[in-house]
């Protein structure tokens, strides 16, 4: 059973939007920091946006601030990042990660569970 599931993904035109979900389910339940990642081809996985456990704190990389927001619902589990005035350059894979701690953490290494990830690619 995958830990994390994202959702959401897609083709969209610059200047569009998505909104991306991710569903905790199983161990990664007890998630409680969340955090979305992404990988472009060629290129390693960079931090996006990160809540903490009762949503009052939020951290977001400086390419996506402005653009991106990062919310969640502990009583579904899940947590979202809706993306607007998409660019070409944010194609790349998205990941949702958890954490045990319940901050918010922009370090891969911080964090305990990962989705598969689902494609985001933005047209010129």
């Known amino acids: 059973q995958v830990p994390l599931v994202e959702s959401g993904g897609g083709l969209v035109q610059a200047g569009g939007s998505l909104r991306l979900s991710c569903v905790a389910s199983g161990r990664a339940s007890s998630s409680r920091g969340m955090g979305w990642f992404r990988q472009a081809p060629g290129k390693e996985r960079e931090f996006v946006a990160a809540i903490s456990w009762r949503g009052g704190s939020t951290d977001y990389a400086d390419s996506v601030k402005g653009r991106f927001t990062i919310s969640r619902d502990n009583a579904k589990n899940t947590v979202y990042l809706q993306m607007n005035s998409l660019k070409p350059e944010d194609t790349a894979v998205y990941y949702c990660?958890?954490?045990?701690?319940?901050?918010?953490?922009?370090?891969?290494?911080?964090?305990?569970?990962w989705g598969r990830g689902t494609q985001v690619t933005v047209s010129s």
């Open positions: 990660a958890g954490r045990v701690g319940g901050s918010a953490r922009h370090n891969l290494d911080e964090y305990d569970y």
